[in-house]
């Protein structure tokens, strides 16, 4: 990427400095991207991803085993549960796998609507959209932290009458404890119908807990957003009053994993999926 150091896109900042492209300060996105082996990142990203994984190596192959957990949930959902529409939240920068491809190979009318408030994921974002003409695809550039504008945005491409996967993937991590997560999803799934799932994997405190919270301590002096690592019991209140599916919230890569190797490893994120239960409205 090239530009100047504060470019682009103060139009949709509303006034947040993380909704500004900004080189000199690691951006969640950028980093998450310089873990993938990605190009859209700049030295202050890459400095903080190094920090990370000097504290816990195996951050590189959390940050993967989460990206094929996001994959086996989505084609879970579209294959086997019947999902026809995706609200996917803190989507990030393009990766292998994005939820609208796994999804649309499995059945190509799912609709999905991505949200992120990164400069950078907006400009992918505006790219997708116009090489992608066919209907059913939707950007909402807003803040997760403000979930009746996602709500009211996402109606112009979603069925709220029709169930919804509700996708929290990696996002959690980085809403801080005073803008309420639990209220947050509360509001998301509430919106949705019965039928309808919450697929949602956050960083974990309580798995190689002393260099995660070294990472953390590391990450939080050098980044424009703060991570809140949490533990099971803590991830597992987000699910409440859903009915969590087998095999529970477990690490990522024993949720549903493809071969014992993928489940053998040690990494350190939590992930499961919530079913709203009940009667699935007519629409
Ligand atoms: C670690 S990345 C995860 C990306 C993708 N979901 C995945 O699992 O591969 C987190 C993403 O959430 C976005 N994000 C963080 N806080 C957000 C917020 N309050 N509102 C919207 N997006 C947010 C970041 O910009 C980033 O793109």
Redo the contacts with the bound molecule.
């Keep these: 990427m090239s530009g100047p150091e504060q470019a682009a896109t103060r139009d949709n900042a509303d006034g947040d400095p993380r909704r500004v492209i900004d080189t000199s300060v690691a ?3 950028r980093v ?1 991207n310089y873990w993938l082996g990605g190009k859209d990142n700049f030295a202050a990203d890459r400095a903080a991803g190094d920090a990370v994984i000097q504290a816990y190596p195996g951050i590189v192959a959390s ?1 993967r085993a ?2 094929a957990f ?1 994959a086996r949930v989505v084609r879970f959902l579209a294959a086997e549960a019947g999902i026809r529409q995706f609200f ?6 393009p ?1 292998a796998n994005n939820t609208h491809e796994v999804a649309q190979s499995v059945a190509p009318g799912c609709r999905v609507v991505y ?4 400069p950078v ?1 907006l400009l992918h974002a505006q790219a997708l959209l116009t090489s992608s003409p066919r209907g059913g695809l939707d950007y909402i550039d ?4 403000d979930p009746s504008k996602l709500l009211a945005q996402a109606a112009r491409t979603l069925d709220f009458s029709r169930p919804i996967a509700v996708m929290l ?3 959690m991590h ?2 801080g404890d005073q803008d309420d997560p639990s209220g947050i999803i509360r509001q998301l799934t509430a919106a949705v119908p019965a039928g309808s799932y919450l697929a949602l ?1 956050q960083v974990a405190s309580d798995i190689e807990a002393e260099q995660m919270a070294e990472a953390a301590s590391r990450y939080n002096r050098l980044a424009r ?1 703060t991570q809140r690592h949490r533990s099971y019991a803590e991830v597992m209140r987000f699910f409440d009053g859903l009915d969590l599916l087998e095999p529970g919230l477990v690490p990522v890569q024993r949720w549903r994993p493809a071969s014992e190797v993928e489940a053998g490893a040690h990494w350190a994120m939590w992930g499961g999926v919530g079913y709203k239960s009940g009667h699935v409205s007519d629409g």
Excluded: F, M, P, Q
Aim: proline share 0%; no cysteine; net charge negative.
């Design positions: 951006h969640s996105a998450h940050v989460n990206r996001l996917d939240i803190g989507t990030g920068i990766a949200v992120d408030y990164d994921v807003a803040d997760l932290r993937i990696a996002v980085l809403i994997s957003e």
